[in-house]
């Protein structure tokens, strides 16, 4: 089928949030006397607040009323530290590729699990670049089920096998597999090897690479 539309996450695919989310995390551990490294970061890409928590808290059980409290002090740390976003946060090549797909004729939506994700990208100048936003609220189900694709997909209009879904997670290329989408996957191969195209970002990447590599 021919690619008309695009699916972009948004930490690690168009920008690096994944710093701002490690420093509120790491405040909150210190200030909880939690034990928390960049490393285990890693393994948060791409997981809702929830079950990023989850992880952190390793089997340590809290009242629900503190896992909340806990959950709006990182949150809140977050949206202090991303107050400092702005264009010149895009990754290399994302604002390039985007200008490509809508000068082609085709569409581009954002397919994030991040309930912050409309603020960042107002921050990095690129809400009138994408055609449609599917973020943290959109949908019940998060990554690795498809229906944050799905949502963005029947935003866009398309089918799914029309969309190509740019991803740095697992998790993320997962879910675009499950729901039947073309798959980019952007970083090293033990992580989204399971991607149809991979690249190690998005530098350098342009249209014309992408749609030769879908049509053969
Ligand atoms: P929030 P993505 C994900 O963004 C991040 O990679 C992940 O670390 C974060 O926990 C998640 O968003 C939820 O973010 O707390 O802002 O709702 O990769 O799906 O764009
Ligand atoms: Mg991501």
Known sequence: MTIRGFIFDLDGVLTDTAEYHYRGWKRL?????IPFTREDNEHLRGIPRRESLMLILKGRTYPEGKIQEM?????NYYLEYIREISPKDL??????LLEEIRAAGLKSALGSASKNAPDVIRRLGITNLLNA???GNSVERQKPAPDLFLHAAKQLG???????VAEDAAAGIEA????????????PRERVGQAELVFPSLHGVHLDMILSA???
Do not use: H, I, W, Y
């Not at 398309?158 to 190509?164: F, I, K, R, T």
């Open 91 to 96: 990754l290399p090549g994302a604002r390039e």
């Open 29 to 33: 551990t210190e200030e909880e006397g």
């Open 176 to 187: 675009a597999l499950t729901g039947g989408f073309r798959t980019l996957g952007l970083g």
């Open 214 to 216: 879908f049509s053969q």
């Open 158 to 164: 398309l089918d799914p096998a029309e969309c190509v």
């Open 71 to 75: 959950m709006e002090r990182k949150n």
């Open 133 to 135: 936003v599917s973020d």
